[in-house]
């Protein structure tokens, strides 16, 4: 045995090297997935705070305590000191030992608090990695010293040499390995190999620096280990060892958290959902950690009242939907009154995969299903909104395609994957090859700046990637091919740009065919298939049409195409003399239509007749003050056995659709009708809870005097509709102008007080007469004693589009075409 004062030789057991690599192995795997699921609330480089602070520790203390100060006495243990005598091996003491665990904690705090700060500049970005990597790679060399320092029974030499080594392993190593993962994590989110493989590398520098700095280190014997001081050197172990199998515990049960979650989200994949797709600047969009779209379950399916009904864009509830969308400040007053009428608090719609069930729609308190489903849309979007932290005004538009979601079975996946190899990115091709899903998907969408890209990150549990890089985790979150999903995904993007842009200028040439449906189920009408709001088109002035080219236009008013560019081009020798500005405006029409002919059938082309009329309309969805684009139309009631080639850019879609998107432009009047309709709808629905048993004239009171303590909207006088409930005493459910005083001081206020009971807020003037259990539209004239005056409602129809016109035009060449 060796004497006190000797130098005692040193070797290293290869098992215990090994279960040191392990132990690192596993603070490191927890550190990266604390790091990868952890909030990034910081958002001003100005501001100097942490995320979370309790995430912060969280992160510091799994690598600090679990990957380094474990993987340090482990790794320790595995150093034989001369023949191995117990007497002679290391022992510590115990308040450097516990010194060596707060001090890798807290320099890791700094580091990961440095990576979260967000700077302005790509450089400053970096360097704050770089001070990342530096701090925990300091960290890891303090805590292998501080600890070595304890060592109670020996005196320790290090040579030089292997000391700087070790230090430039630690920081080079933690810095290569945090600045990839934190590089990656903004580009990546679920690839779990990649963040298996910075565990691993991190673990190996941890472990590389332990044993390069103990790798011919010279120990010095101090005095022997006493019996106590040998049962002590256990504990570290034991310690050490706990932790690791709490750290592997710990793992496991994450990941078998994230495949139970994957789980849901397959389940939630056959149901109907409302998914985000928020786009940054640069075009990356918005996914949770789990590498999926935020989303919330709306209902298990959309209960249909036929079987020859589908929940499609043709359908009167995703129409309502779709303009409301556009205008969220209809209903934004009235999405925690829907949250009690569904008896929802908001925590069950906030979390996936839970939602109430049709079952428990109550007949008595909506008129029909789509009440019901309108309320779940509205309640699961602003779950949505609270969750990113933001309002729902600014959540965003509905895409205006319903995504098929579940169409993965086991037996046709191979097949529906060779027929998607052959549709590229043509997200109609990808659509009918999935068009027998379980579930589906609506989407709102919204392209954000760079101030609005930081508020929707503190939600925490979210992060932008782009689409490619996530593309497999949403495909598989949804159950649709991946191919569908990237061309999806493509039409969302170039459906919100184009949203967002600037509206067409000038006069432009359309082209308006309408196709029957088969079993009389309305009509669809043929857009471009990049920008569905739009026809096909081509431009034709850059300003408006000077009345004189307006008076040579409306001469080909009711002329085919053949017609029409035989007069354009003079053939038929009809004007013997026409002025240059006529003559212009003739090549430029004829080049108009030359155009357009490249765009569609030609059978639907040489049928086609010209409206000399002008129409107008709006497109921009964002400009105050849009200025309309003048159309001139060539239109047809085309033959709907007539195939598009897919190499055209035109599509069919329902008219129905495409005339309810034409209301939703900025400044639109049929934004006000919207908004008066959602109230008269569900104003008396959403008092009515707790009303049910009374009598119709005490319902009345209840209701109204439950809406008179409402918030009062400041608007003019509102229209009444018509309501299927005969226990109601009136229809009218929105705010008018009161009455004038009849200058009866006490009258007026005895008046003015029951006015206000009764009518819940309900100003009316005069003028007006309001309806009472009527089934007609228009105004009715009752005589109402208890008011002491008589008020009128009348029923406000939305504004008329230029669909409607065009739609007119067409209907009159069916006798034409059919001769």
């Known amino acids: ?144 010293y501080i600890g070595n320092f304890g060592i109670s029974n020996y005196s320790l030499r290090y040579v030089p040499q292997y000391l700087a080594a070790s230090v430039v392993i630690a920081i080079g190593d933690c810095l290569a390995v945090l600045m990839l993962f934190f590089h990656w994590r903004d580009q990546w989110i679920s690839d779990w190999w990649k963040r298996l493989l910075c565990a691993v590398a991190l673990a190996g520098g941890v472990s590389a620096m332990h044993f390069t700095a103990s790798t011919n280190c010279i120990y010095q014997l101090k005095h022997y280990n006493s019996d106590q001081a040998i049962k002590s050197r256990d504990v570290q172990v034991i310690i050490a060892g706990a932790l690791c199998g709490t750290a592997g515990c710990i793992t496991l049960c994450g990941m078998f958290l994230m495949r139970r979650r994957k789980g849901i989200l397959k389940k939630s994949s056959q149901k109907v959902m409302l998914a985000c797709a928020m786009f940054h600047p640069d075009g990356r969009v918005l996914v949770t950690t789990a590498g999926a779209l935020p989303s919330r379950e709306i209902t298990e399916k959309y209960n249909h009242r036929t079987f020859e009904e589908d929940f499609d864009t043709a359908h009167p509830v995703f129409q309502w939907i779709f303009r409301v969308t556009h205008n969220w400040s209809a209903v934004a007053d009235l999405i925690p009154k829907m949250k009690s009428h569904l008896g929802d608090d908001g925590a069950a719609s906030s979390r996936p995969g839970s939602s109430k069930s049709s079952s428990q729609y109550d007949p008595d308190t909506n008129s029909d299903y789509s009440i019901f489903f309108r309320e779940r849309f509205c309640t699961a979007t602003a779950s949505l909104a609270t969750w990113m932290h933001i309002t729902v005004e600014n959540i965003g538009i509905l895409y205006d395609r319903i995504i098929e979601t579940d169409t993965l079975q086991p037996e046709d996946r191979t097949i529906k994957r060779q027929t998607l190899q052959k549709s590229g990115d043509d997200p109609e091709k990808a659509e009918r090859s999935s068009i027998f899903g379980k579930g589906q998907l609506l989407l709102l969408t919204r392209q954000l700046d760079h101030a609005q890209t930081g508020k929707v990150l503190t939600a925490g549990d979210c992060r932008f990637a782009s689409v490619q890089q996530v593309a497999h985790s949403i495909a598989e979150s949804l159950q649709i091919p991946i191919v569908a999903l990237e061309a999806h995904m493509v039409g969302v993007e170039t459906y919100v740009k184009t949203a967002s842009s600037t509206e067409k200028a000038g006069t432009w040439l359309n082209f308006f065919a309408i196709i029957p449906k088969v079993n009389s189920k309305g009509f669809d009408i043929v857009v471009k298939k990049a920008e569905q709001g739009h026809l096909p088109d081509t431009p034709l002035l850059p300003t408006e049409p000077t009345p004189r080219q307006a008076q040579f236009l409306q001469r080909l008013d009711g002329l085919d195409t053949a017609e029409c560019m035989t007069f354009l081009a003079n053939r038929n020798r009809r004007d013997s003399f026409r002025s240059p500005e006529e003559h212009s405006i003739a090549m430029t029409m004829l080049r108009a239509m030359t155009e357009l002919d490249k765009q569609l059938p030609s059978a639907w082309f040489q049928s086609a007749r010209f409206v000399g009329k002008p129409v107008y309309a709006n497109y921009s969805q964002t400009a105050e003050s849009p200025c309309g ?56 629905l959403l008092t009515r809870k707790g009303v049910k048993n009374l009598t119709s004239r005490e319902r009345m009171f209840t209701l109204h005097r439950s809406r008179a303590s409402s918030t009062r909207r400041p608007s003019a006088a509102h229209s009444g509709s018509e309501h299927s409930d005969p226990g109601y005493a009136s229809d009218t459910h929105e705010l008018v102008e009161k009455p004038r005083h009849t200058g ?76």
Not at 63 to 89: E, K, P, S
Not at 644 to 665: G, L, N, T
């Open 1 to 144: 045995m060796a004497q006190l004062g000797d130098i005692v030789p040193s070797h290293f057991n290869g098992a215990i090297v090994t279960a040191s690599y392990f132990a690192s192995l596993c603070g490191c795997l927890l550190t990266v997935e604390a790091l990868h699921r952890r909030g990034t609330g910081v958002h001003n480089w100005r501001s100097w705070q942490v995320a979370d602070p309790v995430e912060t520790l969280c992160c510091a203390t799994a690598l600090g305590c679990i990957g380094i100060w474990c993987m340090h006495f482990i790794g320790n243990r595995a150093i034989i000191l001369g023949d191995g005598a117990a007497a002679v091996q290391l022992v510590y003491n115990p308040g450097y030992s516990t010194l060596s665990v707060f001090l890798p904690i807290i320099g890791l705090m700094i580091a990961f608090a440095a990576a979260e700060l967000q700077f302005p500049s790509p450089t400053l970005r970096w360097l704050a990695l770089t001070c990342t990597g530096v701090f925990a790679g300091l960290s890891v060399v303090g805590m292998h």
């Open 629 to 684: 684009t003048t159309m001139y139309s060539l239109v047809v009631c085309a033959d709907l056995h007539t195939s598009i080639e897919p190499s055209r850019d035109i599509v069919k879609v329902p008219m129905s659709f495409f005339s309810a998107r034409q209301q939703c432009y900025a400044g639109s009047p049929n934004k006000q009708v919207l908004e008066r309709e959602i109230h008269q709808e569900f104003s008396p």
């Open 744 to 819: 009866n001081t006490a009258l007026d206020a005895t008046a003015g007080a029951e006015r206000d009971d009764i009518w819940g807020g309900i100003l009316v003037n005069s003028e007006t007469v309001i309806k009472s259990d009527s089934k007609q539209e228009g105004s009715t004239n009752i005589s109402t004693h208890d008011l002491g005056t008589k008020v009128a409602v009348g029923t406000s129809k939305p504004e008329a589009t230029f669909v409607d016109e065009l739609f007119a035009a067409a209907c009159q060449t069916v006798p034409s075409k059919s001769n």
